[in-house]
């Protein structure tokens, strides 16, 4: 399982991921769609090949995703539905790699959703202030 590219638990009502997650270095997507996480391994910032990360339909907060500005390979972050979501951290506004993130329906505050609406480069103009 160490080679493993793709992993998907969608909807499995899990409330936590084992750390060993961290462990498979080749995982590059990776999607926890419509679980009740309620916050991601400190391991989780050791999966350095990851492109595509789905959080959506969680219950993670701002101090869930500071572990995400680790993942230097990260294209796509996909937050959705994450009910207590208000604040994105602003490191992870600022990584280099990503090209996408999508906050729809969580109660955001920082950035504006006006501003996530208007794409990567938009947020991390607005972020740098």
Known sequence: MSKLKRLRLYSNNLK??????????????????????????????????????????????????????????????YLRENQYLQKIPRAVCQMRTLTVINADDCPLEYPPPSILEEGIDSVRQYTRS
């Open 16 to 77: 936590t991921l084992p750390e060993e997650l961290g462990d498979l270095q080749y995982l590059e997507r990776l999607s926890v769609y419509g679980n009740k996480l309620q916050q991601l391994p400190r391991k989780f910032r050791q999966l350095k090949s990851l492109t595509i990360l789905r959080l959506g339909g969680n219950s993670l907060s701002q101090d869930d995703l500071k572990v995400i500005q680790h993942l230097d390979h990260l294209q796509q972050l």
